[in-house]
Each structure stands twice: as structure tokens, then as C-alpha cells.
């Protein structure tokens, strides 16, 4: 079946500085949705991708979904401490969806 | 718009007993529904795809005689997990596809099992 991979498992950033989390897919989907889980809390939706090679912003935050539709990205500029939490990716090709096993982002003050 | 609730939010049971837990829409309808359960610091594993008015279609390796689910009606869906066993403590978390808008899913706060 369809599997997502998710890198890097943790991300240690400095308060301000920029990173990037990474998904891939073993197949084309037809899109890609970006969650975000606070500790102790559920997955709240972030966005979605729908088209090949399609960018989009959300303030410090711009999720990317590459040409072949089978990998994504998310990079945050400027982190801060409201940052902090799990970010998932989760590719879809009919209505389920499947998730990366996420980027857990830790920040330093 | 596009609230998801559970109840309950966490739960203790005993060895061998059944839990059940419900998934509602709160401001939409939901004709498809999703069970997943995330162990700590895990990812979210879809167990199945409840489906209003008809059987629920479970993912590999997810026992339907021990994870009842029952979507009734086009905002509640129940999962029943039957015979609990320890192994079973998982924090399980529902969510309900609007189907007003594309592709995304509203996901409910969740609810935290321990089988003692």
C-alpha cells in the first residue's frame, strides 16, 4: 500500500532560525495535507495541496508539493516558541489518507 | 465551522470489558468517518473508514470483530472496542471528512484508553 515517509523525526531549532520537514511517497498522490499536534492535543489541519509543482504561504510557513506528486515540504522561517509541536504530512490518493510519521520541533528561547 | 467532538476523553477499563467510544459532527454532515489510534510519539495509523449507512471497511491487520464501528447516522460514528486487553491502551482519535470542501479531514480531540 501507499506509504509516507517523513524526515527528520525531530528538529531542534533555535528560536528565529529557518528548518524544513521533508515527505515522500512510494506513489503519486493525488494531494497532500500538512497537520499540526500540540502535545497532548490532536492533529489540526493546516493545508492542502492539490496540483503539481503548487506552493503555498501561510505566514512564516510554505508548504511545497514537488512536480511528481509524490514528495512534499514544509519550511517555517523565523521559528518561535508557538511553533513548537508535531507537523505531519499525509498523502491521499482516493479519500484515506496516509501519515508520515512526523516532524516532532522542539525550540530553543 | 467543521468541529469534530469524542466523548469520552479519556477512559479506564478492566481487562475483558468492552469501550465505546463516539465521533460526532458537530456543524456539518459527515457521510464518511475515519478511525485512527496513535501510540506515544507515534504517527496516526488509520484503522478504518466508517461509511454512514453501511459496513465500515477495515485497513489490514485491524480486527472488525474487536473494533466495532457503527455509523448510524450522518453525524455520529461509534467505535467499540470489545474484549479489552492492556495492549489495546491507545489514544484514539476519529475524523469526519467535509465533503462541502475538498479533500481535507476535521479531526475529533480524541480519547485516551487504558486497559488496566
Known amino acids: 500500500g501507499q506509504q509516507v515517509m517523513q524526515i527528520p523525526q525531530y528538529q531542534h531549532v533555535q528560536e528565529g532560525e529557518d528548518f524544513t520537514t521533508y515527505c515522500n511517497s512510494s506513489?503519486?498522490?493525488?494531494?497532500i495535507q500538512w497537520y499540526k499536534q500540540r502535545p497532548g492535543g490532536h492533529p489540526v489541519f493546516l493545508i492542502q495541496?492539490?496540483?503539481?509543482?503548487e506552493v503555498k504561504k501561510q505566514k512564516r510557513l510554505t508548504f511545497q508539493f514537488g512536480e511528481a506528486k509524490k514528495n512534499s515540504s514544509l519550511h517555517i522561517t523565523a521559528t518561535q516558541t508557538t511553533d513548537v509541536g508535531t507537523y505531519f504530512c499525509?498523502?491521499?490518493?482516493?479519500?484515506?489518507?496516509?501519515f508520515g510519521a512526523g516532524t516532532t520541533v522542539t525550540v530553543r528561547a | 465551522g467543521a468541529v469534530v467532538s469524542q466523548h469520552p476523553s479519556w477512559v479506564i477499563c478492566k481487562s475483558g470489558t468492552s469501550v465505546k467510544i463516539e465521533c460526532r459532527s458537530l456543524?456539518?454532515?459527515?457521510?464518511?468517518m475515519f478511525w485512527y489510534r496513535q501510540f506515544p510519539k507515534q504517527s496516526l495509523m488509520l484503522m478504518a473508514t466508517?461509511?454512514?449507512?453501511?459496513?465500515?471497511?477495515?485497513e489490514q491487520g485491524v480486527e472488525k470483530d474487536k473494533f466495532l464501528i457503527n455509523h448510524a447516522s450522518l453525524t455520529l460514528s461509534t467505535l467499540t472496542v470489545t474484549s479489552a486487553h492492556p495492549e489495546d491502551s491507545s489514544f484514539y482519535i476519529c475524523?469526519?471528512?467535509?465533503?462541502?470542501?475538498?479533500?481535507?479531514?476535521?479531526f475529533g480531540p480524541g480519547t485516551r484508553l487504558t486497559v488496566t
Open positions: 499525509a498523502g491521499s490518493n482516493d479519500y484515506k489518507l496516509s
Open positions: 506513489t503519486t498522490l493525488s494531494n
Open positions: 475524523s469526519a471528512r467535509d465533503e462541502r470542501g475538498a479533500y481535507e479531514q476535521y
Open positions: 495541496l492539490v496540483k503539481s509543482g
Open positions: 466508517s461509511n454512514e449507512g453501511s459496513k465500515a471497511t477495515y
Open positions: 456543524d456539518f454532515q459527515a457521510t464518511t
